[in-house]
Structure formats: structure tokens, C-alpha cells
């Protein structure tokens, strides 16, 4: 796979080094389980914290589909 570079944005929350793109959603996985932002009822919505939420488009919660589509928005 391919190298990625997230933006300054989306380098606050996964780290500013080029990685694939799996590893980009291993990485954001494990900082939504680590804060535990899935929602408690919906598990397939995603709640946002001071970091995400710039990725997620200012949104306060997101789907899991939607997210990766505002993720990807988020590299280069």
C-alpha cells in the first residue's frame, strides 16, 4: 500500500508520518476505543472530543460511514 500523509489536522489525533491507508483506520479505531467515543446506544455512531471534531467537519457525532469519508477528505 501506498503512503498517506494526514493533514495537520488529522495528525493531532493519529501522528504526522506517512502511513497506508489501513493503518490510518487502525489508528483512528484505537483512539475511539482508547476515549471510548462510540455511542453507548448506536454503536455504528461515533461521538466527537476536542480532536476529532475538526475532522469530522465541526460535527459532534458522525456515522462510521461518513467518517471515513471525512478521514480520507484528510490526507494527501
Known amino acids: 500500500m ?4 494526514p493533514t495537520a489536522i488529522l ?6 508520518k506517512p502511513m497506508p ?4 483506520t487502525k489508528k483512528i479505531w484505537d483512539y475511539i476505543k482508547q476515549n471510548g467515543l462510540q ?8 461521538n466527537a472530543d476536542e480532536k476529532l471534531k475538526p475532522v469530522f ?11 471515513t469519508k471525512l ?6
Not at 39 to 46: A, F, L, V, W
Open 2 to 5: 501506498k503512503p498517506v500523509t
Open 11 to 16: 495528525a493531532a489525533v493519529i501522528g504526522d
Open 21 to 24: 491507508r489501513t493503518e490510518v
Open 39 to 46: 455511542d453507548k446506544n448506536n454503536r455504528r455512531m461515533i
Open 57 to 67: 467537519g465541526g460535527k459532534d457525532q458522525v456515522s462510521m460511514f461518513e467518517m
Open 71 to 76: 478521514v480520507s477528505a484528510q490526507l494527501k
